[in-house]
């Protein structure tokens, strides 16, 4: 099956700092790219859509200005998480959409704000 | 609204029983379905993906589509204490945007 990678897995920073994850898909061209947030026993959430070559459109209360996303390649996906604060510590996933609309999920990335 | 409806669980099944995993959809429009599993802090692995009515068989996985009804489930034959998870239900809508089910958390007892 398809693969999407991510890193880092794990990222603890201090209050006030950026930190950069990065979403690759390996075996496949991801033209869309998808950044979720998961908070411990809540379901999915969906941030923000990325699609290579144009602006990510962020869901509804999701501050574009703090979760900067750039998506530069057909395999390459990042999120910039701006001015950390604790309250934005969580599980951050990506996934890569295949041609045939199927998702995959990257192993996730846990951020720690401290 | 877009909405794909789960039954949250826990769902429990003695092992070696068949687990049944069940999901509605809001829009007559969803084209394609997908079924996630998602074990406890790790992200979610892709299982099973159907597109048109009826039965999809994998291994011990079938995934049921029925567009009439917008209703689509999954069986899993013979549970195995490893298939203790949360499952996702997924539909894309008319947008190409795919929606999630919060998941129904499934318990093989052992």
């Known amino acids: 099956g398809a693969v999407v990678s991510q890193h880092p897995s794990r990222v603890i920073c201090k209050s006030g700092t950026s930190v950069k994850i990065e979403c690759r898909s390996l075996?496949?061209?991801?033209?869309?790219m998808f950044w979720y947030r998961q908070f411990p026993k809540q379901s999915l959430m969906l941030m923000a859509t990325?699609?290579?070559?144009?602006?990510?459109?962020?869901e509804q209360g999701v501050e574009k200005d703090k979760f900067l996303i750039n998506h530069a390649s057909l395999t390459l996906s990042t999120l910039t998480v701006t001015s950390a604060h604790p309250e934005d510590s969580s599980f951050y996933i990506c996934s890569a959409r295949s041609s045939s609309y199927e998702q995959y999920f990257g192993p996730g990335t846990r951020l720690t704000v401290t | 609204q877009k909405e794909v409806e789960q039954n949250s669980g826990p769902l429990s099944v003695p092992e070696g029983a068949i687990a049944s995993l069940n999901c509605t959809y809001s829009d007559r429009g969803s084209q394609s379905f997908f079924w996630y599993r998602q074990y406890s802090g790790k992200s979610p692995e892709l299982i099973m993906s159907?597109?048109?009515?009826g039965d999809k068989e994998d291994g011990r996985f079938t995934a049921q589509l029925n567009k009439a009804s917008q209703y689509v489930s999954l069986l899993i034959r013979d549970s195995q204490p490893s298939d203790s998870a949360t499952y996702l239900c997924a539909a894309t809508f008319r947008d190409d945007k795919i929606i999630f089910g919060k998941g129904t958390r499934l318990h093989i007892l052992p």
């Open positions: 075996d496949f061209q991801a033209t869309t």
């Open positions: 990325s699609n290579e070559g144009s602006k990510a459109t962020y």
């Open positions: 159907i597109y048109s009515n």
